[in-house]
């Protein structure tokens, strides 16, 4: 989704804001599961790798999902209450 300039964020109406708002909640909600997933795998693939290089790689890219994962569920906050100042709005 591309990011709005505050040029075009002003332009949008609160309903525009809203539906943007909450689109973009959708596509948060949607990859969190997917990082957590990801992490998963990394670290099952790491626990059958026989190679300490390739554990060692994958038990990084596990980790780096698991900051991914923090980092959305901050954003999904944020966004959440944005959303929530922007309804109470009259």
Same mark, same amino acid.
């Given at each position: 989704?591309?990011?709005?300039?505050?040029?075009?964020?002003?332009?949008?109406?609160? *309903?525009?804001? &809203?539906?943007?708002?909450?689109?973009?909640?959708?596509?948060? $909600?949607?990859?969190?599961? /997917? !990082?957590? @997933?990801?992490?998963?795998?990394?670290?099952?693939?790491? *626990?059958?790798? &026989?190679?300490?290089?390739?554990?060692?790689?994958?038990?990084? $890219?596990?980790?780096?999902? /698991? !900051?991914? @994962?923090?980092?959305?569920?901050?954003?999904?906050?944020?966004?959440?209450?944005?959303?929530?100042?922007?309804k109470s709005k009259k």
């Amino acid at each position: 989704m591309a990011k709005l300039s505050k040029n075009t964020k002003k332009n949008l109406t609160k *309903e525009e804001k &809203i539906k943007a708002l909450e689109d973009t909640i959708e596509v948060v $909600l949607i990859s969190i599961p /997917k !990082e957590i @997933e990801a992490a998963k795998l990394y670290c099952s693939a790491a *626990e059958n790798s &026989i190679s300490q290089d390739v554990k060692e790689l994958l038990l990084n $890219l596990a980790e780096q999902e /698991k !900051e991914h @994962e923090e980092k959305l569920r901050r954003i999904l906050s944020n966004l959440k209450a944005e959303l929530a100042n922007l309804k109470s709005k009259k």
